[in-house]
Nanobody, 125 residues
């Protein structure tokens, strides 16, 4: 059983930056592919970014193109989401997710086995 705990959310002005962290426990982190998703009030959960256990990255280019960067530190069992040039539309609860090994469609939330509780990101205009 893998537990995921997100941190780093908060309130930031438009144009600002935040770095989210997701720390895993209970499994061999280096063998898990990781994803970040977000859900705004009244909306469906959306894919943001993912990184495979081999380090390959995928982004939702339409919404986060050039602004967000996903990375991982296997020594710290942690995946990060660096968010720059934040916009009010980025306001949401951000959750990380994990799946063992590699999967074909990283943006599909149904392929992930484990989920964190989420961290709130609020961007003021």
């Amino acid at each position: 059983q893998v537990q995921l705990v997100e941190s780093g959310g908060g309130l930031v002005q438009a144009g600002g930056s935040l770095r989210l962290s997701c720390t895993a426990s209970g499994g061999t982190f280096s063998r898990y592919s990781m994803g970040w998703f977000r859900q705004a009030p009244g909306k469906e959960r959306d894919f943001v970014a993912a990184i495979t256990w081999l380090g390959g990255r995928t982004y939702d280019t339409d919404s986060v193109k050039g602004r967000f960067t996903i990375s991982r530190d296997n020594a710290k069992n942690t995946v990060y989401l660096q968010m720059n040039s934040l916009k009010p539309d980025d306001t949401a609860v951000y959750s990380c997710a994990a799946v063992y090994g590699g999967v074909t469609i990283m943006r599909d939330p149904n392929v992930y086995t484990y989920w964190g509780q989420g961290t709130q990101v609020t961007v003021s205009s």
